[in-house]
């Protein structure tokens, strides 16, 4: 048996257990997508999901439970027109309350699990492992443990190497992919400067690809130090202030620094009960003599047709959400992408523009209908653009 079907058989055992005295809570989810891609040429193409989730209290005060949910990918790709299909284990949770008292309380998550940096840019997956919570009359404490190397390597999101992308790139419909342990700890201090909290977080990874066997081209071990200051400028405004700093080791034919960071500033404008508004400016550091890309664990692309990271970036956004009705939501963003410096001599750092919307309709409780479009303007390329209907049904 296989690390996967090791997985569901434990996944297995633990639901039947929980079974024959607490009520188990079940749901479906199929979501379609189709759209049409404006390039070069013009291309469709479809992102079909189906999920299955439950969730199960382990005792009668619902202080510990269980939550498992699975997803079968199916989709085809604008650029290439092939068809891919995978299977993934998004969610396999156990959390437990050992501790609530007083004013202190832990709370423990464990198994395939959802986390993210306080930032979201750092780390922002699933991932193996256990993360403890603890919140006390100082602040909050967060602890996390985990490994990716479990993870569909098609969904995984750990892209650092050659090695990670290579893994990704396999038709399977469930590979093994990035080795890499990560650990994270967060400390929360609310209003320690007036009304702004203050949080201070390490977060680290370690490639274990020359543990756990000798084929591979690059070793990555990066580690990331981040303060974030949050709170309301006035009533209705409130303010994000971030930095990372990254460093690390990249060995390949010899060994790099990895050095970088990434400064973020967020206003968030909550102009009525209906209606928000805000902007946010995206700063990394550009490859120089000491510093090199930002490299993040997750890799995220920084736009929706603009599919480059956050490594080498500028990005300044502005945009809105509106909900006028209980039923329709309506949400626009515009986003210009830059280099954070001159790279080529007399050149601009100016990269394109990216123009985002969307419209989600709640057809009824368990039916959502969402249309978007999003049009990208390079410097000296062809524009592109898509549009998309998406219907998400809940059984």
Request: charged share 20%; net charge negative.
């Amino acid at each position: 048996m296989n690390a996967f079907g090791r997985i569901l058989a434990c996944l297995a055992i633990l639901l039947f257990a929980a079974l024959p005295s607490f009520a188990l809570d079940w749901g479906i989810e199929l979501s379609n997508e189709g759209g049409i891609d404006f390039g070069d040429d013009t291309q469709w193409y479809t992102d079909n999901q189906a999920a299955l989730w439950l969730t199960t209290p382990l005792d009668r005060t619902n202080t510990n439970s269980l939550a498992i949910e699975g997803r079968l990918y199916g989709a085809r790709e604008a650029e290439s027109g092939d068809f891919t299909t995978y299977l993934n284990l998004e969610l396999c949770r156990l959390s437990f309350v050992p501790v609530a008292y007083e004013g202190k309380r832990i709370a423990l998550d464990a198994g395939r699990i959802r986390t993210a940096d306080i930032t979201g840019y750092v780390i922002n997956q699933s991932i193996d492992g256990a993360e403890a919570h603890g919140s006390f009359a100082f602040g909050n404490v967060d602890a996390l443990v985990g490994y990716t190397g479990l993870l569909n390597a098609r969904k995984t999101g750990a892209l650092m190497s050659q090695d990670d992308y290579i893994d990704a790139g396999t038709d399977d419909l469930y590979a093994l992919g990035a080795k890499r342990l990560v650990g994270k700890a967060t400390f929360q201090f609310p209003e320690i400067i007036g009304k702004f909290d203050l949080i201070a977080e390490a977060t680290g990874q370690y490639d274990l690809r020359d543990a756990l066997g000798s084929d591979y081209l690059q070793l990555i071990h990066t580690a990331y130090g981040t303060l974030s200051l949050s709170g309301p400028l006035a009533p209705r405004v409130y303010l994000t202030t971030s930095g990372i700093w990254q460093t690390g080791v990249l060995t390949a034919d010899k060994d790099y620094s990895e050095n970088a960071y990434l400064a973020l500033a967020r206003l968030d404008w909550f102009a009525g009960s209906k209606t928000k508004i805000f902007t946010e400016v995206i700063y990394t550091s550009a490859t120089n003599d000491y510093f090199s890309t930002f490299l993040p664990i997750t890799f995220q692309s920084a736009g929706e047709l603009f599919t480059a990271g956050y490594g080498d970036l500028f990005k300044a956004q502005v945009g809105g959400l509106w909900n006028p009705v209980d039923i329709v939501n309506v949400d626009l963003s515009c986003r210009a992408f830059m280099y954070p410096k001159e790279v080529y001599e007399g050149e601009s750092i100016y990269r394109g523009t990216e123009i985002f919307g969307g419209l989600t309709f709640l057809i009824r409780n368990d039916l959502r209908l969402r249309c978007e479009g999003v049009m990208y303007l390079p410097k000296d390329e062809d524009s592109r653009y898509q549009a998309s209907l998406k219907a998400v049904f809940d059984l």
